[in-house]
C-alpha cells in the first residue's frame, strides 16, 4: 500500500516539527488531517509560537459524527467484500481461501467493536483537555490572534457586550 508522508515545518525556522504518514499517495484531504487538540503548535527548535489548523479544540468545534461511529463507512465496505469473497470461494469449493477471506471480513467488524470504546474514551480524555485549555484567558487570546473563531461562552466576561446588564 503507498503511503504519503507530510513533513510540517516552523513558519519561522523552517526545522520539520511533526511528521504524519497517510495511506494512498498525492494530495491528503483535509479530512483525512484532522485532528483534535490545540491548532497553537510551538516549535521545539526555535519556541515559535504558530498555528496548525489540522488541528481542532473539541471544546469549539465539537467532535465529527464520522469519529463517533463504531464503525467507518469504507471498513464496513471492505468488510463486506472480504465476506463476499469468502463466500464466493466457498460456493467455489475452495475452503481455504474462502475462510481466510470470511475470517478476514469478520476480524474487520470485530476490531471497529473492540476500537470504538477506547476511541471513545480517548475523545472523552480530548475534550476534558480542550475545555480545561479554553478555561485560560491567554490561550484563547492566542486562539482568537490566529483567527480561530471563538463562542461568546469562552470569552473573557469584560470583551462581551453586556450593555443593559448594567
Ligand atoms: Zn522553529
Known sequence: MSTTIISKTCPKCGKVYDKKTYSGHGKVKDSDRYEYGSPIKKCPSCGHLFADRDFHEIAIEGIRKQDEKT???????????????????????????GWFFAGLGVLIFVAGLVEAPIKRKRLEIEKAASEARMQNPSYVAALRAIGVYVPAKYLPKDSVSDAGHQ
Open 71 to 97: 464503525f467507518k463507512t469504507s471498513d464496513i465496505v471492505m468488510a463486506l467484500a472480504l465476506i463476499g469473497a469468502g463466500l464466493a470461494c466457498v460456493f467455489g469449493l475452495d475452503y481455504a481461501a
